[in-house]
T-cell receptor, first 112, second 116 residues
Framework: AQSVAQPEDQVNVAEGNPLTVKCTYSVSGNPYLFWYVQYPNRGLQFLLKYITGDNLVKGSYGFEAEFNKSQTSFHLKKPSALVSDSALYFCAVDTGGFKTIFGAGTRLFVKA | DTGVSQDPRHKITKRGQNVTFRCDPISEHNRLYWYRQTLGQGPEFLTYFQNEAQLEKSRLLSDRFSAERPKGSFSTLEIQRTEQGDSAMYLC??????????????FGPGTRLLVL
């Protein structure tokens, strides 16, 4: 069965410092991996995705993620955090079907 | 603005009542998804449409739940005989519908349901 794990409920980082939000996955086929962000009272917004090719994927708002097949991970990163990055982040996986599995989410808090 | 709209944004109802939610996807999108999100959890897949055809339903979708997309455009999600456990955020998303599994989904703002 497909599953996604986000091991940290919350990540705290100071503004200007690098941030990492972790995600690991378990699938039986080739994974398609996504990161979405949710701001208060708004729907989920797409950040980036890995389908195939270069393991380092760049997305919106300066975020990037690295696909690591051996570690089955797809961690979200940003070199310099902003207070406005504070939000709820979801990792998701699909294997080419119609059912996307989301992680439980990680709340990012960036302190000024 | 993602272009997916949902109505209503909030719904308070009494246990046992029926409720219906509407989702209007991005106009050229063929796929439409419904999810349920409870506090502290990620979205859980409920069902999926390709045009007007409902192709998959989660086991979370009990007999009290029904979804339709009659003309392949907007969709409705109905919950009959609501229970307190149905209280959640109901999210709708759409995608172009050309490549299974690889497409970005565009989410609406959600309908927050509270069952008293």
């Amino acid at each position: 069965a497909q599953s996604v794990a986000q091991p940290e409920d919350q990540v705290n980082v100071a503004e200007g410092n690098p941030l990492t939000v972790k995600c690991t996955y378990s699938v039986s086929g080739n994974p398609y991996l996504f990161w979405y962000v949710q701001y208060p009272n708004r729907g989920l917004q797409f950040l980036l995705k890995y389908i195939t090719g270069d393991n380092l994927v760049k997305g919106s708002y300066g975020f990037e993620a690295e696909f690591n097949k051996s570690q089955t991970s797809f961690h979200l990163k940003k070199p310099s955090a902003l207070v406005s990055d504070s939000a709820l982040y979801f990792c998701a996986v699909d294997t080419g079907g119609f059912k996307t599995i989301f992680g439980a989410g990680t709340r990012l808090f960036v302190k000024a | 603005d993602t272009g997916v709209s949902q109505d209503p944004r909030h719904k308070i109802t009494k246990r046992g009542q029926n409720v219906t939610f509407r989702c209007d996807p991005i106009s050229e999108h063929n796929r439409l998804y419904w999810y349920r999100q409870t506090l502290g959890q990620g979205p859980e897949f409920l069902t999926y449409f390709q045009n007007e055809a409902q192709l998959e339903k989660s086991r979370l979708l009990s007999d009290r739940f029904s979804a339709e997309r009659p003309k392949g455009s907007f969709s409705t999600l109905e919950i009959q005989r609501t229970e307190q456990g149905d209280s959640a955020m109901y999210l709708c998303a759409s995608s172009p519908g050309r490549i299974a599994g690889q497409e970005t989904q565009y989410f609406g703002p959600g309908t927050r349901l509270l069952v008293l």
